[in-house]
Every structure is written in C-alpha cells, then in structure tokens.
C-alpha cells in the first residue's frame, strides 16, 4: 500500500510507499509507520533507520524505533501519562543510537530525576539534552496561566492540551496534567491554572493552539484568555479568548487557535541551575525552608526559595533546581540559610554550585580585511559561543541555634576567588530614654555596602544584655559578612510581636572590625504601629560625627536631632490601598508590601499602621500607609501579599497608589484579582507594576523640620487640630498641613512648655520663608492655645548643613482671649545656618532679618442687598488674594456693627490682621449653607487696607444659596478694576500651582490659548462617546483620544474628564466633551481608550462622534466594540482609520476671540439665557447661547472667551436676545467685540443699554448693533415704511396678528409686528395699511419678505396682495407681490408665505460675460517663475478655452509672494467646480522646458463679472513647468461667494415635499408637537410646525409626509428637526428625514436614527440632521 498527496494547486505529487502491516501481532509490532516522500520532486529518498533505545532505571530496557533518518539526534523527549498506582518514575539516563553503528556512536541522554507528580518540580514528561550539556539551562521554561470564564457551566473535566508556534520552532502539543498552583481541581469556573512548559527556545510566539479532547461528563470549557510568560525571553504574551470549546454551543469547535492581543516586555531573567549538597554527618538534614541569594556585579537578584515537590537536603543528599533570576554579572558572593522552623532544623551545609549560561563573543584569528566578506562569514566571525559558568561554594558548616556560631545565615564567596574576606560587624543599638522606649519584638537588621551588597537581613538575637533593646540600654551584637565597603544605608524593622512591641530606637553605630572605623545611623523615632507615622521599619543613613557629638553635648536645651537630614536622604512613599468592592472582599489577614526599585527593594514591608480606617482592608475602603526607603532607585513593581492568617482572609485588591512627594510622582499599581487560596489562581502575593496611563508627576516636594513652642504660662497647651501654610515670595505657598496625624498626637502634643518636633514634605517656596500662618480648628473642651514661637530647619542644597527661621508669636489662639482669633499670621525674625566645613567642624552664624513683611490690619465692610429674603444666618467665610499671598480662608464671626450679622439691606465690618497682601485683585467668599435661612444676597464687599489707606471694591450682586441662581454658595470676586484673566478658557483648565495664588500667573495663561488659536497649531475638537447598553458596558477609567494625521503628526493625548458629579461613562449615556488638540491637518486614524489596566474595567463603546469645527467636518464612527481587558480581543485601545467613518460636511467655521462688557451699573449682571446671531454679508449664523459658564456677564465685568462662528465675514451686524428668565433677567450690555483668530480682524458692537422688559423704556428683550470696524460703521441707520394691501376679494381681510421679516444683502430684520397702523382697523378688504419702523439697520437691496399670522380671531384667513418697503437710507422701495391666501381652507393652507421682491427680475443673462482670475505665488523661495501660466475653467454648463497669463520681461509676473490680476471675456461656463492650471515656456519650444522649474502656487481666485460670484480655489502646491498640454495640476473649488445679485436672481417660490419616518423600536411615537427648519445655501425655510388635521402623526414605524412652500434655499445644507415635549410619552426615535425639491426633483436624505427624548442617550429633544449622498 502507499499514500500519495497531490498538490491541488501547484498539482505537484509526492508519493509514500510502505507496503508493510500496521498490526500488533504482525511483523515488528508497531502500528505507527514513519514514510519518506518519493518521486520526482524528490532528489534523495531519506533512509528509514531503526534507533536502539535504552532506558535505564535501576536496569535497563531495550527498545526499537523505526523512523525516517534525525540524522544527528539532538533531543529526547521521554514521559509517561501518570495513570497507574504508583506512576512515578526515577529515570536516570536514555543512551539513543543507530542500528549497526558501534557502540561509540551512541549518544548518552542522562536525566537522573523523577518524573513524578509528587516529586521534584512534578513534571512527567521531560525533555533530555546530550550529556555534558544541562537541560536546565538549555531548556527555556513557558508560564502558562489558563483563566476560565465566569460564565455558568464554564468548568471542565477534559485534558486540555496547548501547543506553542514559535519564530525558530513550534513546540509539540502537551497535555496540561500537572499545575503549578495545584488547585485540586483544574479549569474550574472563574478561576486560573498555572502550568510550565519546559523546552527548546522556539522564539517569539506567534500564535498558539489550545483545546481540549472533549472526555468526560462535563467536557464543555469556556476559555476566558491564556497568559504566557517567558522571563528568558523578558517577554508576555496575552492571548485573549473568551469563547466556548464545546461540541454543544457556539460553533461546536472544541480547539482554537489563538494569536497574541499584545506582548508586553517584562524583566528579563536567566536560568540558573542551583546544586546543593548536604554534609553526610548526623543529623545533618533539614526541614526548615532554606532560601539564597545571589550577588554579582550588576547587582542582586531577589530572594530565592528553594523547595519543590521532593524531601530535599538530606544527609548526604544532592538537591538540584533550577531557578530563573536576574542576571548578575560576575558572581562574587551568594548568601544561604533557612528560617529555622520545623523539628530538627539545623542543616550541616556541604556546598553549594551554581551554573548558568553564558554568552561569549570569539574573534576570529585573522584581522579584518578590508574587502567587504560576504554576509555568512561576517556573521560567522561575531557568533556568539555559549559557555557554561560554574561558581562553586564550599561552606562545609553547621547552620544551627546549638552548633557552630549559632548562625543561621551563611555568606560564601565562590572557589579560587580571594579578593573578598569575611567581614564581621560589631553593632551598637542604642534604644532611646522616653517613656516605653523599650520592645520584646524580634528585630532584624540589614546593613547595605557601596557597590558591595548588602548582608541581607539578619535577626539580632545574642546581645550582651540578656534583656535586649530595653529603655536607655546599648545592645552590642555582631553580623559577619563578606566585606561591603564603605556602609551607605542600613535596614531596621521588628515583627511587632510580644507584649509591648513599640520601640524608640535612637541611634545604631556600627564598627567596622577590619578596619576599626565606626559609622553613625542616628534615628531618634518611633518604630511602632500606634507613634509616628506607623511603620515598624526604617531606613537609616550615616551622619557624621560632628553633628552626633553636638547633640550630645547640649542635650540640656533642645531637641537638636538629625531626623531632617534622613528625610532629606529618604524617600517617603504614601501608600494607599484600595480593597475592591466585591462580597468577601476585605481581609483580616496581615497584609504585606515589598517595593521594588531599579536599584534596590525596600524589604518586605508590614502595612500595620493605616491613616484613614481603625478597621483595615475591609470592603471598598482606601487604606493609607506610610513607607520610606532609602535610594531605591525608580520604582518598577511591587509584590503585595498576605499571610492568610485569621477569620476571612481572602482579599480582592483593586489597586495600589504609590506617592513620593520629594520625587514629585504618584504611581498607580492596578490589580483587580483576588488573593485568596480559593479564587482565581489561588495565590495570596501578587507582583504588580504601574500602569503607565495612570502616573501623574508634579513638582518634587522638600523636607521641612517644624518645632513649635508653647508658652509657660497658666492654659496654655491645647488638643486642638494645629495646621500651618508656609509662604514664599510673591505668594507662592504650600498646601495647609495638619501636624498631628491622629487625634491621640493631638493630645501627647502641644502642652505647656512643650516643645514638639514634626517633619513635613511641602512644596518648595523658594530660598525664603516670607511668612506663615498657624492656627488651629478649635473644638474640644479648652481648645485655646498659647503659642510662643515658630522654628523651621531646611537643608541647604548642598547638604552641608542647614538654616533655621525663628517666627515668634507670643499671642494666644483662643476664642475668649486677646482678639479671639484662631489663626496668626507669623513673620521671620532671625536666621541661624549651621554649615559644616572642610575640616569637619560646624560653624554656626545668626543674622536678623531684613524688612520682614509688616502685619496690616484689613478693615472689611460686607453689604448685604436690599431685596427679599436677601439676609442669612450661615457661618460666612472670606479668603483674600493678594500678589504677595493670601489670608488663608477666615471666618467672619465677630461684626463690628450689628449684633446679628448679614441682614436685608445692612452693612457688617469685620477687622482681619495678616501679614501685608501688596495690592489685592480676588477675594474668595463663601457660607456653609447652615442654620434655618441660609440664602444670601451678596450685594458687594469693600476693604481697607488701614495702614496703607488703600480701598478695593468687591461687586458681587448675586446670591449664594442653594436654591437661587446657579445653586453656588461659594463665589470668587475680582477687584473692580482688575484686568487679568479671570477664569480658565473654555473649560480648559490647567492647574498652574497647588493654590491659584497669584494674579501674573492667570494672565498668561489666557494668552495662552488664544495663542495657540491664534497660530492655528492649536483647534477645537468636540467629541461625543456613546456608550453601549449590554451588562457591564459602563466604565469609570479615565477615556482619551488621539487624533493622527498623515505622517507621524498627531495630538497628544487629549483626556475625556468627565464634568464633575459623573464618575463613569455610564450605560447607554452619551457624553459631550470639547478639547484643544494640535491642527493635524488631514485626519487620517482616530486612537480611542482609557486608562484601565485591571480585567475589571471593561468599556462598550457604542459610537464615536468626532466634530472639527475649523474643517468643517464631522466624523461618525458606530463601533460597537469593547475596550476591555476580559472581553473581545483584551485591548483597552483602538485606532479606528477615517475610512471607517461617515464623514459629513457641516460647514467650516472660524475661531473669534468674544469679549462681552457688562455695564458697570447696579445690578447690570444677569443670569439670564442669552442668545447671540452674527450676520455677515456672507450670510449668517444660527443663534447661539453664550454660556454663563459661573460668573460671566455679571457688573463691570469684561469676558472673554471663544467661540465657533460660520465664515460669513466682512460682518455687518449682530443680534443679541436674552430670555428674560432667571433671578436677574435685567441685563445692561455695554459692548461686545468680535476678533477673528485667523485674521486679526476686530469687530466692536455698542449697545450701552439696558435689555430688560422693566428698565428698557421699550421693554426689549431683543438689541440689534452694527458692526463697527477700524472706526467705520458697516451699516446706516434707517427708518422702514411698509405698505400692506389686502387684496379685494370676498374675505379678504384679517383680524389675526400679522409679523413679518425683511432679507436683505445685510441680513434679515428680525421678526416686526405688524401692530401699529395708520388705520385703526387693520388689514381690512381692499386697503392699504402703513407701518413705520424707526431705528433700524438697513438691510442694502431687499430680496424677500417672510409673512404669517397666528391664525386668531374670527375668520382669521387672509389674502394678502403685495408688501411695499420703503427704504429712508436708500431711497429706494420694493414690491413683494403675494396675490394668495394666508388662511387653513384656502389655497395649499399654509399661514406663512415668502415673497421674492419683484425689481430682482432685471438681471438678464448674457451668454457672455468677463472672468477676473487673481493669482497669489507663494511667499517661499524658489516660488517664483519667469515662465508663462495657462488655465481652463470647468463649469456645470461647460469647459472654458484656455486663458492664457503671460509673463513679459516689461512686467514681472508670478514673483515671490506677489498677487497678480487677469481678465478675459469667455462664454458663461456656470458655477465654476474645478480649475486646470499648467505651466509653460514663454516661447513654446521644447528646449527651454528646463527639467526643474516650478511654480508655487498659494492660491487662486475667479470672479465672474456679470453677477460678481467669487470662486476660491486653495492651491499652495509646485507646478513643474512642462512643454506639452497633458501635464496639469486640477483644484477644485474651495469655496464660493455667492454675490447678492446671484442669490435674489434664483429665488423663486418651491414646494418642498417632506417625509419623516418614525423608528420601528417600542415607544418610538410621538404625540408632542413637531417643527422643522430647513437650511439650504440661499437661506432657511424659519421654524415650521408639522401638522395635519384630525390625523395621528409620527407614530412608530410610520411614515408622514407634508408640503412647504418658500423660495429655493439652493442646495439643502441641513435639517433641524425638534419637538416641545408635550403630551404624555413624548420621546420620539426618527429614522429619517428625506426632503424633494418638486422643482428639480432633487431629493436629500437626512438620516437620523437617534433618540428626541429627555430620558434617553443625551437627553436632547432636537437634532441637527446633515444630509448623506
């Protein structure tokens, strides 16, 4: 028989003859056949050879293997299926070779492990390497972590099986029998399996293939992802899964193949193989766990535990592991030892070798030729040789309590090396004299050498004291070591243990027995979980001498200590822990944390002590610790685990918060995962690492040493909460710090004639400490406090010494003492700098200050309006800013003129004592919102300065409540005549300093942006998230954008921060956030995440909307896509290409800078909606709102900010309209200024008057201004006759209120009222009504009239037979002939009609006409061309003849950055689409077309002179000059003008007929009232109401369908579509809009698809629709 395999393909044919039988009782047995391929294809026909297999056990077993040729054997794999009784196996050796080859061929495979589940490291199936090579270190091993979905019946009982595909080799499929963590039972629901693999390095991993064999009862398995780490390779892989491998669900597949979401580097660590022998003396065994650690020249690796499955270190015995750690470098020394547990733990230690891997280069003999060799052999000479490093250590010694030097912990150098000696350390803990100083925990030390190790840690156990670390004892005990070099730092921490553990540890010296010098680590804290900070741990630094000798020397008067020089050389962590909010979620276990840095760990770390909660780690509480290093190098993971001792121990841990204020980082350490035996993977230590999203970094924190002094007098101690703000020069000041941590340091401090000492971490305040404020909360039984003086100790920057600023106080801080304050502010004195010198002696200098700041006294008058309910009985607040600082927040208690304070109408004084302010510009007041009435109307507030006479006025005129206004009880006024910039931009804030303190700092940030605007590098981009609806699609992670362009340009990372009061992105919402990014041109990917590290924080976004106001652009992503870690393919981010997206055109629109003015008038701020509408003469903008965005638009104030206006300049006019409503609808509008950020153009509107329905003698809610631009007005003031004639037909007249609105070249008119005739009965039969409108703009020529009437009154119907306007300005009138009903039953039943005026019909047009072509060369060298130009115009009614622009010598054309003019007379070619410009030689000849001329071209313009439309086309590319017609550049048409003439030409009456179709979803009707307005290019068809008779309309999955007449609005541009929400149910879901021009028969399709309804995705009950071709 054979096997033939044809090549469907290609055909080729490849044949496998076997001809023998597959039979166990045939032949030779086998049933597996191995078949070399045959044929023609195949030069060489591969022998089959038979292999000799021995096995040797105890004996050895002889077996045959046929099998196509190996030729050179490499590797043996050798298992077993672990079935059976007693399947363990001890295998020593497998010896491979050919059949009929001698003996010496054979290749020895030795193993001598077991290959047992229960034994060694429980594989049972290895792979074997050729003897002399170690297939530990060969063998690279493969973490696999198996995570099961949480989904039900996920769980199985099948054999899974993976199988690796690597870039150098694929490894073959291992069934996954035996876990690491051992679980008992494996792929149960929600939970993780750990497996290794051990083999050959198959290179990156591109894919792998997982499944399972479909045994067993419940063989069904969802797979939620697979993690791979290779520390070998210093990489991990994540292969996200989530899906089924089940027969009965999904596809039925039950094994997939599965590739990488990402790969992510990881410390990368080599394979050690570590060979311990144990001593053959009695007893010489151990049961203890024994750990190593080894120390080369780059550095240390971490503790190494060595233990597996086995009974090791017997007598006699020799125990093998192998262990992956960093790569040291050259080993020096290793240290080994056990923690003495267990009966019979002392361990009589033979050696110990290590082996490891090393990568040798071999240079080859010959020199370096200097031909270039072919590429084989330049590589060949720098390949890389692998050696084998062997260090052995021979300690021959007891590690026992009784045998020996009782040590427990070895150092050994290696064999044959003798540079390095043992050392031995003799150590003097002096433990302090305070009151239970003394402990009886254990104590552990470490002790860390320049460049030379550390000794590891070290238990103090022999002192020469039998009672050790008792109150004023000196405890002497000595460590030996490899020699460390000079001491840099030590190690001390207890294990809290015994009866009274707390500890007061004053200094440790440590001598140096080699070299007899003696180094001092003073310390003089507390290691106790309930004193200081609460760490049990601490990190010293040596000092010198000098300055311990002065302590001791003048211990008498004062605390003199040394605890600011360790802060200085120590970083303090903040460590906050954040237990998830899950059931069970908390731990009573005790929780431990080691940090671990580029340099060095900080050593396991007990979180005892937490800040914030008595009961610690309990269900979605943050818990806060304190943790301080020494020089730990930058922070890359930590491990944090627990002793899983206690009542409930398991314990999710959400995330970790690493802060080091004196580095000036916040690192956060996602995890998301239970540590608990019983969940997930089942481990109870994690190693986490910071997400880099998520770290924040600000401005390095400096130590500060602050001692206070209480006054010896009667009272004078308190046990209230005391803080202090320190103040640098021009008002920069740190945050406001609570000195004591707790409320039991609150009560041991602060007594009489005590003197405390605190160290804080604080902003830098600059070389001098201008002044502080100190005060306290008071509260609590005699609160009142006697404060002497102050003393603050900073390091000088070299760390040569320190200087220390005396503030004295001698004042109380009492409510019923002296002036009944709480707070002082405390001016410097004198300074006192300790410097040490050269010589190592410390020289002492004090000085006075010069001119310290003087205290004023601020004499402050609040008033309180004079209007209903205006007075309050809350506490008030007030903080002052000036630009030398501020006064910290006061209370306003005591007013010096009314016994109840801040009544209707009455003025309050209040005195306030502060250090001097310089000029004030802010004040910040506010209430607590406290006792019955607490709303207040804050009419302004004055204050004196008294010692300058200076007064600054406050206006504030607002209400602070709760209920009123904008619901604020804080408000921050500005001084009257302030001009700085007085809030952030738009919304974009960036936080300049800890507090906003100083005015010069806010002005430039306003530039800033306007700047930016102004350059154009930077734009708006407005961004809508919508969030999908399925279970668990909401995200509380912080989501961010970034938006590419073509190349590599592309914005930063632009954060969507949700406003305040949201803290996610919840289901189904829909999110709006504006942001300024870079201008990256051409949008070309959009990337989209969020911050979320942890398998929690899973996000379903819906749709993503992206609006580019200056590109006029709007992007429309549907996604539907997770952003999660545990859904879909596991990635947090995306990049979505453009092309994905709809694209829509909205319209380009121009950045201005607005600056609105309000009247400095009492009570000209409001809180009223406003409305603004712009008109240029290129048209006008819809209205907008300016938003009061706080405190905006309030008396006297000027406010500036941007906004998007459509290109519509030169601007002719704008409208402004507030709706009256609020609690101040009076508003008096001095001016508004307009400036267009790409130009520079200012537009300035006056107005100077009030918009009120009560002051305004008119009662105007509505100001018309003309733009007012380099002093000219744009715009005539005119006077508006109109003439209306009803026409003489039966019914004619009308009783109903008419209105109309004029268009003109200059806008529209605004809405007029036809109210005021000339006849006292209106619009009667036949007659003719006047109106006169006075002070009006004109509007130029007059285009059309919109008119309609509100359908009131008895017979309300109206034939209207023309409108007359007469113009005063002009003098010119216009007719606007109707002839047609106004009325429901007459004519199509419309109430609203425009009307085309009737003098535009002049305008004939002629076939031919003049082109006026402008061009601009680029302003750029080499743009130039002396060369002539050639163009053809491209029109909807044909193709031009070739113009073309001729260059002579005479007159210089096309020059660098010049602007040239050309006329022609052509046939009309119609709207102008595109442009072809080519460039040509002068005199026509080929020769001259010189290969590299170009021309640059910026831009082109065409006029067309009948009706003077304009056509931009925006080149700004090179044009090579070119001999032959064929090679031409095209533009298409950028932008048109369209001239008034043009635009009154077209308008002619259209109906448009309107479909809306209503969604299919439940609910999707409506029964509210429905409007439409229909933009098109030549204007808008108003607000129109969609309603039909006795008809039920707009309900779900229907279709209606109405008619409306106005004239051609040209091409529709947009749809406003929008309901008032009447009715019961009103929320309404259109599908779409579709309109028909049943003129040309034009139809637009507006799609919508979303939601007018309050309750639903925005809330919003209107849409703007834009069409889609």
Not at 790 to 817: D, Y
Not at 1394 to 1412: G, M, S
Request: proline share 3%; with cysteine.
């Amino acid at each position: 028989m054979k096997v033939t395999l044809l090549k469907t393909l290609t055909k080729e044919k490849y044949s496998f003859n076997c001809g023998r039988w597959l039979d166990i009782n045939e032949d030779d047995n086998e049933i597996v056949r191995e078949l070399p391929a045959e044929g023609s294809l195949v030069t060489e026909v591969m022998p089959v050879i038979k292999y000799r297999v021995t096995v040797c056990t105890g004996t050895a077993d002889e077996f045959f293997v046929e099998a196509v040729t190996l030729k050179q054997v490499r590797r043996v794999r050798i298992g077993h299926d672990g079935k059976g009784g007693s399947s363990g196996w001890y295998l020593a050796k497998v010896i491979v070779r050919e059949e009929g080859q001698p003996e010496s061929e054979a290749v020895e495979f030795p193993c001598y492990r077991w290959l047992d589940k229960n034994e060694d490291d429980g594989r049972i199936v290895r792979e074997l390497v050729p003897a002399g090579e170690s297939p530990m270190l060969k063998n690279v091993s493969y973490h696999i972590s198996v995570k099961t979905g949480d989904v039900p019946g996920a769980s199985s009982d099948s054999k899974v099986f993976i199988k690796l595909y690597g870039e150098k080799a694929d490894s073959s499929k291992e069934t996954l029998l035996v876990s690491d963590n051992d679980l008992g039972n494996y792929f149960e629901r929600g939970r993780v399996d750990e497996f290794t693999i051990d083999t050959m390095d198959i290179g990156k991993i591109n894919r792998i293939l997982i499944g399972h064999d479909n045994v067993g009862l419940r063989c069904g398995w969802f797979l939620a992802s697979v993690q791979i780490t290779v520390p070998v390779q210093g990489r991990q892989y994540m292969f996200p899964c989530n899906r089924w491998l089940d027969k009965d669900e999904a596809d039925g597949r039950v094994e997939v193949e599965v590739y990488p979401s990402e790969i992510l580097p990881i410390e990368k660590l080599i394979n050690y193989e570590v060979s311990v022998v144990t001593g053959d003396v009695r007893a010489a065994g151990t049961n203890a766990k024994v750990f190593m650690q080894i120390y080369g020249e780059t550095g240390k690796t971490e503790l190494i535990i060595l233990e597996n499955r086995s009974n090791n270190f017997e007598r006699g015995a020799t125990d093998i592991f192998k262990r992956e750690a960093a790569d040291v470098g050259k080993i020096y020394k290793i240290r080994i030892g056990h923690d003495g547990k267990g009966i019979g733990d002392g361990w009589f230690l033979e050696s110990v070798t290590l082996k490891r891997l090393a990568k040798r280069t071999k240079d080859s003999d010959k020199k370096k030729k200097k031909k270039k060799k072919s590429e084989d052999e330049e590589e060949e000479e720098t390949k890389d040789e692998e050696v084998m490093d062997v260090y052995t250590f021979v300690a021959h010694r007891w590690l026992a309590k009784d045998e020996g030097d009782k040590e427990l912990v070895v150092e050994l150098v290696p064999d044959g090396e003798s540079a390095l000696e043992e050392n031995t350390y003799e150590v003097h803990v002096l433990t302090g004299s305070v009151l239970g100083a003394g402990t009886d925990a254990n104590v552990f030390l470490s002790i860390y050498g320049i460049g030379r190790g550390d000794t590891g840690e070290r238990q103090l156990k022999r002192s020469n004291n039998l009672n050790k670390f008792e109150k004023g004892q000196v405890d002497v005990f000595t460590i030996k070591a490899i020699d460390l070099g000079e001491l840099k730092k030590l190690r001390i921490r207890h294990d809290n243990s015994g009866t009274s553990p707390s500890w007061f540890l004053e200094r440790v010296e440590i001598v140096d027995l080699k070299d007899s010098t003696t180094y001092y680590f003073p310390c003089q804290r507390w290691l106790a979980v309930e004193e200081d900070d609460g760490q049990i741990v601490r990190e010293l630094v040596p000092v010198d001498e000098a300055f311990v000798k002065k302590d001791s020397e003048n211990e008498s008067q004062s605390l003199a200590t040394l605890g600011l020089e360790q802060k200085a050389k120590s970083t303090t962590y903040t460590v906050k822990v954040k237990t998830g909010d899950k059931k069970n979620a908390g731990t009573d276990a005790n929780v431990f944390i080691t940090l671990y840095g580029s340099k060095d760990d900080t050593g396991i770390v007990s979180l005892k002590a937490s800040k914030t909660n008595k009961n610690k780690f309990e269900r979605g509480k943050v818990d806060e610790f304190t943790v301080e290093s020494v020089d730990i190098g930058d922070l890359k993971k930590i491990k944090i685990g627990h002793d899983n001792k206690g009542n409930s121990t398991g314990w999710f841990l959400e995330w970790v918060e690493l802060d080091a204020p004196s580095l000036g980082q916040c690192l956060k350490f996602p995890c998301g995962r239970w540590l608990d035996k019983s969940e997930d993977d089942g481990a109870v230590e994690r190693i986490i690492f910071p997400a880099e999203l998520q770290t924040t970094e600000y401005i390095p924190f400096v130590p500060y040493e602050i001692t206070v002094y209480t006054s010896d007098i009667f009272g004078a101690g308190t046990d209230a909460d005391v803080f202090i703000v320190l103040y640098g020069s021009d008002g920069i000041c740190t945050q406001q710090k609570s000195l004591c941590l707790n409320k039991r340091e609150q009560r041991m401090y602060f007594e009489r004639n005590s003197v405390n000492q605190f160290i804080v971490e604080l902003e830098d305040v600059g070389d001098i400490i201008e002044k502080i404020r100190i005060g306290h909360k008071g509260g609590g039984l005699n609160s009142g406090w006697h404060l002497d003086r102050v003393a603050i100790r900073r390091l000088l920057p070299n760390g040569k010494g320190s200087e220390t600023v005396t503030f004295p106080c001698e004042r109380w801080l009492a409510k019923s003492e002296d002036d009944g304050e709480i707070v002082r502010e405390l001016v410097p004195s004198e300074i006192f700098t300790e410097k040490l010198m050269k010589d190592g002696t410390l020289k002492q200098i004090e000085e006075e200050v010069e001119d310290p700041l003087e205290v004023h006294t601020y004499k402050i008058s609040v008033f309180t309006g004079d209007i209903y309910g205006a007075g309050t009985d809350a506490n008030v607040f007030l903080n002052i800013y000036g630009d030398l600082g501020d006064t910290g927040e006061r209370k306003l208690s005591k007013s010096e003129t009314n016994f109840n304070k801040f009544e209707r109408g009455q003025e309050d004084t209040f005195t306030v004592q502060a250090v001097d302010l310089g000029i004030l510009y802010k004040i910040k007041i506010r209430h607590d919102n406290s006792m019955f009435s607490p709303d207040w109307f804050l009419d302004k507030v004055e204050i004196l300065d008294e010692t300058t006479e200076e007064s600054f006025i406050f206006l504030c005129e607002r209400w602070l409540s709760k209920k009123k206004e904008d619901k604020k009880i804080e408000r921050t006024l500005y001084e009257q005549g302030y001009d700085g910039e007085r809030n952030s931009l738009d919304g974009l804030s960036l936080s300049l300093s800890s507090q906003d303190s100083s005015g010069n700092l806010k002005e430039t940030k306003k530039s800033s942006l306007v700047k930016a605007a102004e350059e154009g590098s930077l734009i708006p981009y407005h961004i809508t998230v919508t969030t999908g609806t399925v279970y668990d699609s909401s995200t509380d992670s912080r989501v961010y954008i970034i938006i590419m362009g073509p190349q590599k340009v592309r914005t930063e990372r632009l954060w969507l921060d949700l406003p305040e009061g949201k803290d996610e992105f919840a289901d189904g919402s829909v999110e709006k956030f504006s942001v300024w990014g870079l201008d990256v041109g051409e949008i070309k990917k959009v990337e989209v995440g969020h911050d979320g590290a942890t398998p929690e924080s899973c996000w379903l976004v819906e749709e993503l909307n992206i609006v580019v106001p200056t590109k006029g652009i709007m992007y429309n992503f549907v996604c539907k896509c997770w952003l999660a870690r545990d859904k879909g393919d596991g990635l947090t981010s995306r990049i979505l290409n453009i092309l994905d997206a709809d694209c829509i055109n909205i319209g380009v629109k121009v950045l201005y800078e607005v600056t609105v003015v309000t009247g400095d008038i009492e009570g000209g701020g409001t809180d009223a909606s406003i409305f603004m509408t712009v008109f240029g003469s290129n048209g006008n903008t819809e209205e907008m709102p300016l938003e009061k965005n706080g405190d905006r638009f309030e008396r006297g104030q000027e406010d500036s900010f941007i906004m998007e206006i459509a290109d519509i300049a030169p601007l002719r006019k704008m409208r402004i309209r507030t709706d009256g409503k609020g609690t101040r609808p009076h508003w008096y509008l001095e001016r508004i200024i307009l400036k267009n950020l790409t130009n520079q153009e200012v537009a300035t509107f006056t107005y100077g008057e009030w918009l009120s329905k009560l002051k305004n003698a008119k009662g105007n809610l509505v100001c018309e201004m003309p733009a007012v631009v380099n002093d000219e007005q744009m715009m005539e003031d005119t006077t508006y006759t109109l003439q209306v004639k009803t026409s003489d037909i039966g019914g004619a007249g009308t009783d109903a209120n008419v209105s109309l609105i004029l268009f003109g070249e200059n806008g529209d008119s605004g809405t007029l009222p036809l109210k005021e005739s000339n006849k006292s009965n209106k619009f009667e039969r036949n007659q003719m009504d006047e109106f006169s409108f006075s002070d009006m703009l004109s509007l130029g020529d007059l285009c059309k009239v919109r008119i309609w009437h509100d359908n009131k009154g008895i017979a309300p119907g109206w034939h209207l037979e023309y409108v007359d306007v007469m113009d005063s300005a002009t003098d010119k009138t216009f007719r606007f002939q109707c002839d047609r009903w106004l009325a429901k039953g007459e004519d199509d039943g419309q109430l609203i009609r425009e009307l085309a005026c009737a003098n535009n019909d002049i305008l004939e047009l002629k076939e031919r006409t003049a082109y006026e072509i402008v061009t601009v060369t680029s302003d750029r060298e080499d743009a130039e061309t002396k060369e002539n130009i050639w163009i053809i115009l491209e029109g909807k009614l044909g193709r031009s003849k070739e113009f073309l622009m001729e260059n002579s010598s005479k007159k210089r054309r096309f020059e660098r950055g010049a602007t040239d003019t050309f006329q022609f007379s052509s046939k009309n070619v119609g709207d102008i689409a595109a442009i072809c410009v080519g460039h040509c030689p002068k005199d026509g000849k080929k020769s001259s077309a010189k290969a590299d001329v170009f021309w640059h071209v910026q831009e082109i313009i065409i006029t067309e002179m009948e009706l003077c439309n304009k056509y931009f086309f925006r080149c700004n590319v090179k044009i090579p000059l070119c001999y032959k017609r064929r090679d031409y550049k095209v533009f298409e048409c950028a932008k048109v003008t369209e001239s008034f003439a043009s635009k009154a030409r077209s308008l002619v009456p259209v109906k448009y007929e309107t479909i809306i179709v209503t969604g299919f979803e439940k609910g999707a009707g409506t029964n509210a009232n429905v409007f439409i307005t229909i933009f098109g290019l030549n204007g808008d068809s108003g607000k129109r109401a969609l309603k039909h008779k006795f008809r039920n309309l707009f309900e779900r999955g229907k279709t209606n369908r109405f008619y409306l007449e106005t004239l051609d609005m040209g091409e529709l541009k947009k749809v406003r579509i929008e309901h008032d929400n009447s009715g019961l149910a009103p929320g309404w879901l259109v599908e779409r809009v579709e309109i028909t021009n049943s003129a040309t028969g034009v139809t637009t399709i507006f799609p919508c698809g979303k939601w007018l309804d309050e309750n639903r995705g925005d809330g919003l009950i209107w849409r703007e629709l834009f069409p889609r071709y």
